[in-house]
């Protein structure tokens, strides 16, 4: 109800600065359409983006960094962003992003350049093409943002430097985006998202001006499986009548560090514009340990159809980013991580049938929050007995990320289940398979066997914030 009032709020304040030049006349409606300038603005330079309808308010990648500016708050590792697409007419846009995580926040600085040169060409008065050079025209936006995650919340901000050319007509203004991701608390599987992008003065080209293509969204992420997610978004565009978008993103692993992404989406902005020829779009992706690459069909109806790539390479590792949780304990760029859940070790006063119970609701609890995938068990046990005299001599820990190394799994779960006077203690620890570093650890108490599950469903819960 409170982000309700907000928006409510800030739309009446709004109303006010309409005939100043920030929103073109008619604003909000169909009234206005053509009207704004910088249309370069409205739809990220993002593959992935482009394949789901332009949808991607609750998702994480650098790509989207143009669209949500807390799309970064997760970040656990630096990385770049690189993206082409193959525009109508012969024009062309080139789109780079870098995000660096920090003890304070996700530093990202990103750069779009789109080039119209190709598609424009001197005439006479008689609509003539001249034989001169072609005109040089060309659209540009240099951005700086920061983004942070607290608690349940996620939060970014970024300022960008804009600038349009037109042959010997130039102008540059600077607008303002910023954008909050809310992940509801389990069991929800739901996630929201909040944008208010390209606002900021108009843009003046040489005697003309034009406000920016100033867009308000609002978006809903539903987890219908662990693989795959259902995007529905409203925008409030200055310069159209607001509109919906549904999207699906589908993830096929084939192993436990990379796969395959299937995205199709449905625009009903470009279905009133240009019929149900431009309404649906389509792509496909892969991943491989950090590496990402994205492609996007985008159908414009009678005016014909754009191709888009983008490229993302990831590295390094966090040092904490103010409270956000190891990336790899995430959904990064759509992935959902696999989990080897290691034998539990039954300390003194517990059985053995005891710790297993623990750890098959461990692994249950934490697959049923949507965010980890579980090894399969049949695997897992065929792995422990071929290497069980292997494991001898190494510690629970090493044997837990020995046992997820060879079972293709990116994080080990290894745990105990102790008993003193006041019940049962079960600690769980999450480690990343390949470096070895404990990413996550936490202790329940249960008084007694049978709250077990709800012991596991608190752990489970505590690892997905």
Request: glycine share 14%.
């Amino acid at each position: 109800m409170k982000t309700l009032y907000a928006i409510t709020l800030w739309l009446a304040l709004s109303a006010a600065p309409l005939h100043a030049g920030l929103f073109p006349a008619n604003a909000f409606t169909d009234g206005a359409r053509g009207l704004a300038g910088a249309q370069f603005l409205k739809a990220p330079p993002s593959a992935r983006s482009a394949a789901l309808a332009g949808g991607g308010l609750t998702l994480s990648g650098p790509d989207l960094f143009f669209l949500e500016p807390a799309a970064a708050a997760a970040a656990g590792r630096e990385s770049l962003s690189v993206s082409y697409e193959s525009l109508l007419l012969g024009s062309s846009r080139t789109g780079m992003v870098f995000s660096a995580p920090s003890s304070a926040g996700t530093f990202s600085a990103g750069l779009i350049y789109n080039d119209y040169t190709p598609g424009l060409e001197p005439v006479d008065g008689a609509a003539q093409a001249t034989g001169a050079h072609d005109i040089t025209a060309y659209d540009m936006a240099a951005a700086a943002g920061w983004a942070r995650r607290f608690g349940w919340v996620d939060a970014g901000l970024d300022v960008k430097y804009i600038k349009s050319r037109l042959a010997e007509a130039s102008g540059s203004t600077a607008a303002l985006d910023a954008g909050v991701r809310i992940r509801r608390p389990l069991p929800s599987k739901t996630e929201f998202g909040l944008a208010v992008r390209n606002l900021g003065a108009p843009l003046k080209l040489g005697s003309e001006s034009a406000p920016l293509p100033f867009e308000l969204g609002a978006g809903l992420k539903w987890k219908y499986a662990p693989d795959f997610d259902v995007l529905a978004e409203g925008r409030l565009p200055c310069d159209h009548a607001p509109y919906l978008l549904f999207a699906g993103e589908l993830f096929l692993p084939y192993s436990g560090a990379a796969g395959f992404f299937l995205r199709s989406g449905l625009n009903f902005r470009n279905y009133s514009d240009q019929g149900i020829m431009g309404a649906f779009t389509g792509g496909f992706g892969f991943r491989s340990g950090g590496f990402t690459l994205d492609y996007a069909f985008v159908p414009y109806g009678d005016l014909g159809s754009t191709h888009r790539v983008s490229a993302a390479l990831s590295w390094g590792g966090a040092p904490g980013n103010g409270g956000t949780p190891p990336a790899r304990l995430s959904d990064e760029g759509g992935r959902v991580p696999l989990v080897a859940v290691a034998p539990f070790t039954a300390e003194d006063g517990v059985s053995g049938t005891e710790a297993a119970v623990a750890r098959s609701l461990v692994e249950a609890e934490l697959t049923g929050t949507g965010r980890f995938r579980a090894a399969d068990r049949d695997k897992l046990d065929f792995i422990l007995e071929e290497k069980k005299l292997a494991y001898a001599g190494l510690s629970e820990e090493r044997s837990a990320e020995e046992l997820a190394r060879s079972a293709g799994a990116d994080l080990a779960v290894f745990g105990s289940v102790g008993r003193d006077g006041r019940g049962y203690r079960i600690t769980v620890t999450i480690s990343d398979a390949r470096t070895g570093k404990v990413l996550r650890s936490g202790t329940e108490s249960a008084a007694e066997g049978y709250l077990f599950r709800d012991a596991a469903r608190r752990l489970a819960a505590g690892f997905s914030d």
